[in-house]
């Protein structure tokens, strides 16, 4: 009887026209990668947001179901955040004893998630945001269209905004093309080596066993009221071939390292004759998180550390599938502040608000180009 009763269900439902639920098909991963160190910012220029620019760092992690979930640190300029003392960057030599500086945020766990789906189809991917990270949903969803760029050799891949590696110099024409809300540009490098913190490289190795990779990329940044893009860079070498003097030296901790840049340009005509750039690169909790910060050393006029306007990157660090280092990605969140560094003078239009990566030269993309004289 048990059997007959079902025979004649199967029944109804053919004669209804019902189907059984489907089963969702495997997605497929973007580049065939699931975890993603990714930079996003919404960038324009202040007569479009009156300078309320924002940047975003943290990972992408995309599944088989088709579903992606993000963890990121984020900044506005118009909160003004203020740069916080990281450690005590005492290299020796002509390294200047300071504080390196960053976000106080960018020292603990990610401040906020969202979760979403994704499709991947010719050389895109677009990426819905639907719900927060507590699986809220979002009072209305965050579309993402992303270009998905081929590299050689497989063991990573990259997405990244269009209009990203426009030509070099100048104000940018702000694409309207990469999301329906305000994200603007975006970078981002995925790989199948886990987001855990013992899949980084630690400044030791960055300094040694990676010194000599000139690590290059595209500055996207919003300042003085307009986008611009220009190039960025960081080799962390150990010892110059030409002059046989280290320029980068170590802390004590090996948890930093120090340069001084001789002769970069820098002038401030109270102190003509110093023209040296400080830089300083850092390790960070809690996973591949690095910190960047650099300042001319006429801006300190004639005391050791300048803590007022100084450059504050916050990176996370591309790591392939064989568990390599290969550069970062990044934003920028340099607040304008007071000749002291005590609070924000409010001159939102001397702030720097960037998006940015630094890569070996595989993971470049195509290179921006000055323009035409």
């Known amino acids: 009887m048990k059997r007959l009763i079902g025979w004649i269900v199967l029944g109804l439902v053919a004669t ?4 059984a639920p489907a089963v969702p098909l495997p997605a497929e991963l973007p580049g065939g990668k699931a975890n993603w160190v990714v930079s996003v910012g919404g960038l324009n220029d202040s007569s479009v947001n009156n300078y309320a620019n924002w940047t975003r760092l943290g990972w992408y992690i995309f599944a088989a179901d088709g579903t992606v979930r993000t963890n990121y640190w984020t900044w506005n300029q118009r909160d003004e955040p203020m740069r916080v003392d990281a450690m005590k960057a005492s290299c020796g030599g002509d390294i200047p004893s300071c504080d390196v500086q960053t976000m106080g945020t960018f020292l603990t766990g990610p401040t906020g998630a969202f979760q979403g789906t994704y499709q991947t189809s010719a050389g895109k991917v677009d990426v819905t945001w639907t719900k927060n990270g507590a699986g809220q949903a979002l009072a209305d969803p965050l579309v993402e269209h992303w270009l998905l760029e081929p590299i050689p050799g497989g063991k990573v ?3 990244v905004s269009d209009g990203y590696h426009n030509a070099l110099a100048g104000p940018v024409v702000v694409p309207t093309t990469f999301s329906d809300y305000s994200a603007t540009f975006g970078i981002g490098y995925g790989s199948n080596a886990p987001l855990s913190a013992g899949n980084k490289a630690s400044i030791t190795d960055i300094r040694t066993a990676y010194g000599q990779d000139e690590h290059l990329g595209t500055y996207v940044a919003a300042y003085k009221g307009a986008v611009h893009r220009e190039p960025a860079g960081l080799k962390v070498n150990e010892l110059n071939s030409a002059t046989s003097f280290a320029y980068w030296r170590s802390c004590p901790s090996g948890k930093c ?6 002769t970069n340009g820098c002038v401030c005509e109270k102190f003509p004759n ?3 750039r400080i830089r300083y690169l850092a390790d960070a909790p809690p996973a591949r998180n690095n910190i960047y910060t650099y300042w001319c050393e006429c801006l300190a ?6 803590k007022a306007n100084n450059h504050v ?13 290969q550069g970062w990605v990044g934003v920028e ?37 000055p323009p035409k004289p």
Request: hydrophobic residues 30%; contains cysteine.
């Open 257 to 262: 390292v120090g340069f001084r840049e001789k």
């Open 157 to 159: 891949a990259r997405i």
């Open 16 to 19: 209804l026209g019902v189907t």
């Open 313 to 325: 990157q916050s990176l996370l660090q591309i790591i392939d599938d064989d568990r390599e280092f």
């Open 274 to 276: 110093f023209k040296d």
């Open 301 to 306: 006029q004639g005391t050791p550390c300048y």
């Open 333 to 369: 969140t340099s607040t304008h502040v007071e000749s002291d560094g005590s609070a924000p003078d409010h001159n939102f239009g001397a702030g720097y608000w960037a998006v940015l990566n630094m890569v070996t030269p595989d993971l470049r993309g195509p290179q921006p180009k």
